[in-house]
């Protein structure tokens, strides 16, 4: 398996600008987590799915935030309008806890956002 | 809100030393703790995973322990060596859900 994919890998966008974020989690994973991490604050929870269903999206930091998973194999998130303060490295995370999953999570390499 | 806590935040070893990262956490009731490694610039490795069911866990040279009772763990890495240098973060689920809550890390420097 790839493990999982995030593209892209650095993003810079200007203040205002709408930004997209995607993930493909690993296949048969039946969870999908949202990070952010910057250096003041660390790693932070945004948002989790559960077989594609929004769980727990009480991290995300207002409405400028927004989270879909269509389908088992993809997930977006999305920044609308971008400010500043949104820069951050992004991060997608998955895992399984059915068929003896133990629920250990994946992350992808990341999102490199910049927002000028 | 479960806290996470690691201790030192920075730590620096000649290489061949023996050393141990803490890692402590408010709330006793987790069902598992997963330790990952995270190299500058890039995303995050698992490096172990221990369930609530066990003691420790061991991978290569590295051991980690769990005490839930005193909400503590440690990771333990044997004869270290240059490429160990990284960040170690620890991490626990959060109390409603599957959601990992992170420490700072502790950024390990192996000096040849």
């Known amino acids: 398996d790839a493990g999982v994919i995030q593209s892209p890998r650095h993003e810079v966008t200007e203040m205002g600008q709408e930004v997209t974020l995607r993930c493909k989690p690993i296949s048969g994973h039946d969870y999908l987590f949202w990070y952010r991490q910057t250096m003041m604050r660390g790693l932070e929870l945004l948002i989790y799915f559960n077989n594609n269903v929004p769980i727990d999206d009480s991290g995300m930091p207002e409405d400028r935030f927004s989270a879909k998973m269509p389908n088992a194999s993809f997930s977006t998130l999305k920044i609308q309008p971008s400010e500043p303060r949104d820069s951050a490295v992004y991060f997608c995370a998955s895992s399984s806890l059915g068929q003896g999953g133990s629920n250990e999570q994946f992350f992808g390499p990341g999102t490199r956002l910049t927002v000028l | 809100k479960q806290e996470v806590t690691q201790i030192p935040a920075a730590l620096s070893v000649p290489e061949g030393e023996n050393l141990v990262l803490n890692c402590s956490f408010t709330?006793?009731?987790?069902?598992?703790l997963q330790w990952f490694r995270q190299d500058p610039g890039k995303g995050l490795t698992s490096l172990l995973l221990?369930?609530?069911?066990?003691r420790e866990q061991t991978s290569g040279r590295l051991n980690a322990s769990l005490d839930k009772s005193s909400g503590r763990s440690t990771l333990y890495i044997a004869a270290s060596q240059p490429g160990d240098s990284a960040t170690y973060l620890c991490?626990?689920?959060?109390?409603?859900?599957?959601?990992?809550?992170f420490g700072k890390g502790t950024s390990l420097l192996v000096t040849p």
């Open positions: 221990i369930q609530s069911s066990q």
């Open positions: 991490a626990v689920p959060s109390n409603s859900g599957y959601a990992l809550n």
């Open positions: 709330d006793s009731a987790i069902y598992n």
